[in-house]
């Protein structure tokens, strides 16, 4: 069986820290080229963490369906950097796009994207 044809070989694109407050963190992205699916589109995995933490942190997942491009994570710390990742699934999930974000009032604030 060849399960490199059941997962997407490219991340999602664009994606893009839109809006933060005090304690939330919007992003948006676009899917990964069709061509790049190998399957059909069933989602995407978004995935959030402290950057830098005191104590070991746990990654955060939240699974939404293939017609959501922006999401807004809710319940951040104040003031507090996030490594954010998406990534597209068919059958497996595909590799991540990942940004990193403060949750500052007011204010756009992307770090760095990887």
Avoid: D
Avoid at 33 to 38: D, F, V
Avoid at 54 to 70: C, E, G, W, Y
Avoid at 73 to 95: C, D, E, Q, R
Avoid at 96 to 112: D, E, L, M
Wanted: charged fraction near 5%; include cysteine; aromatic fraction near 12%.
């Amino acid at each position: 069986m060849c399960f490199f044809l059941l997962v997407p070989n490219l991340a999602p694109v664009s994606l893009l820290v839109t809006n933060t407050t005090v304690y939330t963190i919007t992003v948006s992205w676009k899917p990964p080229p069709l061509a790049s699916l190998n399957g059909v589109l069933r989602g995407y995995l978004l995935t959030y963490e402290e950057a830098v933490s005191k104590f070991p942190s746990q990654a955060n997942n939240i699974t939404v369906n293939q017609s959501t491009l922006q999401w807004t994570f809710k319940g951040l710390n104040h003031s507090t950097t996030y490594n954010i990742s998406v990534s597209a699934f068919t059958v497996f999930v595909g590799p991540a796009v990942t940004v990193q974000a403060s949750s500052i009032g007011g204010r756009t604030s992307c770090i760095t994207v990887y």
